[in-house]
């Protein structure tokens, strides 16, 4: 997982004292960002009490400081929320297992009335997906089990498929763009749920068998996954350009619903080709 002094260091080495208007008068210098002092002076703070939180000895930070932190390090929005979650959970030890998790009846009914005409995935906390529809399933995991998400022990992970299954990777022509957005947002995740120990496992796992995954993890990047596009090479449709739009769910907010829109006429024709075969095949959303 990740703790508040490691994102800070991360952070803290890639802002350059030129991006903050901080005169070096060429000086040479041994960091590769702000030196600990730079960074405690421009947020207030005293140089001893940034060590400490840097070095994972300081219990707490106020919302105040951390602000100001946030400020000087240029972090956006999404960092500046991850950089909270991490200090509101610093000091806590522990993994625990989590609860199991099941996709909320109103979400498959908003499947349900979807139909197969719009793809759609609903997808749990850890990127588990818990239902979907057949299009969403033959657009995404065509070469997975429709059954899959009934069962929580055979359960796709999109991230696991996405880093260590090769028919996913090849199928996706835009996955060094893509990769970055699922690393990041599972940064933001572990943020929110740093005792989770499903979602440490599977962090622990991709590190150890992506090498893509390590790096990745390693330069510390976190950011939201709302809107996008999959540029695909699909085994039975061929080249598709669609665009994926995340729905939040106020009754289940760990659970998202990933739904798919063509961004061509070519890609609208190859998304009712799988429409159509998903109809020959059943309907129905999964669990």
């Given amino acids: 997982m990740e703790s508040l002094a490691t994102f800070l260091k991360t952070r803290r080495d890639r802002v350059t004292p ?3 208007g901080l005169r070096t008068y060429g000086a040479s210098r041994r960091v590769p960002g702000l030196r600990r002092e730079e960074l405690a002076q421009l947020a207030g703070v005293s140089a001893g009490y940034y ?6 000895l300081a219990d707490t930070a106020s919302g105040q400081v951390l602000d100001a932190l946030a400020r ?3 972090l956006d929005r999404v960092e500046t929320v991850h950089l909270h979650n991490l200090a509101r959970h610093s000091g806590r030890s522990g993994l ?3 609860p199991g998790e099941e996709p909320h009846p109103r979400v498959l009914a908003l499947l349900d009335s979807l ?10 906390r850890r990127g588990d997906v818990l239902a979907w529809n057949r299009t969403g399933h033959a657009l995404v995991a065509e070469h997975v089990p429709y059954e899959a998400p009934r069962d929580a022990r055979r ?10 299954d090769p028919h996913t990777r090849a199928t996706h022509l835009n996955w060094s763009e893509l990769a970055r957005v699922h690393v990041a947002y599972l940064r933001l995740t572990a943020g929110r749920y740093p005792t989770d120990s499903r979602l440490a496992e599977l962090i622990g796992e991709l590190s150890m068998r992506s090498a893509e995954f390590a790096g990745l993890w390693a330069a510390g990047d976190v950011s939201d996954c709302t809107v996008g596009t999959m540029r695909l090479r699909h085994p039975t449709v061929g ?3 669609v665009d994926y739009q995340v729905w939040l769910q106020p009754d289940s907010p ?3 619903v990933e739904i798919y829109t063509p961004n061509d006429p070519a890609s609208g024709r190859a998304l009712r080709v799988l429409q159509r075969r998903g109809g020959a095949v059943g309907t129905g959303s999964g669990p």
């Fill in 18 to 20: 030129a991006e903050i």
């Fill in 51 to 56: 060590t400490r939180l840097e070095q994972g």
């Fill in 72 to 74: 000087v390090l240029l």
């Fill in 96 to 98: 625990r297992e989590p």
């Fill in 115 to 124: 139909g197969e005409t719009t793809p759609a995935v609903v997808l749990g």
């Fill in 155 to 164: 359960r796709p992970s999109v991230p696991r498929m996405f880093f260590l």
């Fill in 239 to 241: 080249e598709m350009d």
């Fill in 254 to 256: 760990d659970h998202r």
